[in-house]
């Protein structure tokens, strides 16, 4: 099929999309539409909760596999929108609509370049394609579900908002929940183990902590403090103060490495992450994929922002059209020309890497 028609046909169900409502684990509707256009071009696939997969019609036992992924959950519109969130519309070459920019175009334009592929035979590496759930909210029933029931990956493309270029690397997250303790008492009477006050002191050491070691991609790892809660009462000095730390972790440290850092060093009472799964991730430069991408004139950089390449184990290079900024924002929206170009590019990418 030629591309324009799937490229056509890729919009259209990214409007569907649009105007299906799918917050994170409440996909079901939309894994519907995924599931019609997998039976439209005849393409035998399955169905494990929400997440729809495939892979390539001559899989080849032994060939390294190429995963695709992007997701088709969403987080719930903010307040400031002025538009209908569930409304596709376009206006100016901007197709309008909750998901269509995170991580929707990735999603179809992915889809249709499987399904150009999906026909081929004598691929140098076979293809299976898993439109996840659960992405935006780190759910136990999203891509990292899936990993031991598809092919085992040895590669992964990502779909995320990247301008079509390449994040060979991404930075990782663990979040700490933190706990300063003091001695509770009536506000009325002298207390010097005043747990807020012993809170300024730690608040100023995780301002001006930094892990020693960087990364050339990624850059340094960004701790913020995030939360702060403490206190029930006018009249009573409470016993703890509770912190949220927020660490964005570059590829030079395991999450594991993070927390026992933090655990030693931080001068709080106690200090717990809430996971160490979320990793950071990357590619070689020296990877044909990276390689393929350079050659056609697209740029690489490192990712600050979290998606689900940090479930996988392999490397993983993220990919897609659209803007990361434009996530999560009021009134989101994708140029159409964004996802014409981006199925022509990652068209254009395999076909220098799997043909």
């Known amino acids: 099929m030629a591309i324009q028609d799937l490229t056509n046909d890729a919009i259209s169900l990214l409007k569907k999309l649009i105007e299906t409502q799918s917050f994170s684990s409440e996909e079901d509707v939309t894994a519907s539409h995924i599931e019609d ?3 439209r071009y005849k393409i035998d696939y399955k169905r494990t909760k929400n997440n729809v997969w495939a892979v390539n019609k001559y899989f080849e036992e032994g060939n390294p596999t190429l ?18 969130p569930f409304k596709a519309f376009v206006e100016d070459g901007k197709l309008f609509g909750l998901g269509s920019n995170d991580a929707g175009g990735c999603l179809v334009s992915l889809i249709a370049t499987f399904t150009h592929y999906y026909n081929h035979e004598n691929l140098k590496y076979n293809l299976v394609i898993v439109a996840s759930a659960e992405e935006e909210s780190s759910g136990p029933n999203g891509l990292n579900s899936m990993l031991s029931i598809i092919p085992k990956v040895d590669v992964a493309i990502v779909g995320e908002p990247t301008l079509m270029n390449l994040a060979v690397a991404e930075k990782g997250l663990v979040v700490f929940e933190a706990v300063i303790e003091g001695t509770p008492s009536h ?8 747990a807020i006050y012993n809170t300024i002191d730690a608040l100023q050491w995780f301002k001006d902590f930094k892990f020693e ?9 960004k701790l913020t403090v995030t939360q702060i809660s403490a206190g029930s009462q006018h009249n009573v000095v409470p016993g703890h103060v509770d912190l949220v730390i927020d660490v964005r972790v570059n590829d030079a440290y395991s999450n594991a490495e993070i927390a026992e850092i933090l655990q030693e060093k931080a001068p709080v009472t106690k200090i717990t992450p809430r996971s160490l799964r979320l990793n950071s991730s990357s590619i070689p430069v020296e990877h044909d994929l990276v390689k393929a991408g350079i050659a056609i004139g697209r740029t690489t950089y490192g990712s600050p922002t979290l998606s689900d390449q940090a479930v996988l184990s392999c490397p993983s290079l993220k990919l897609g059209p659209g803007d990361s900024t434009r996530s999560h924002s009021a009134d989101e929206f994708i140029y159409v020309n964004e996802i014409e170009e981006g199925i022509k590019i990652y068209v254009e990418l395999l076909n220098r890497v799997i043909v």
């Open 67 to 84: 995963l695709l992924n992007s997701h088709h959950d969403t987080v719930k519109p903010n307040s400031a929108y002025t538009n209908d």
């Open 213 to 221: 070691k960087g990364s050339k991609a990624l850059g340094d790892v």
């Open 187 to 194: 506000a009325a009477h002298p207390n010097d183990n005043n």
């Open 37 to 39: 256009w997998f039976t």
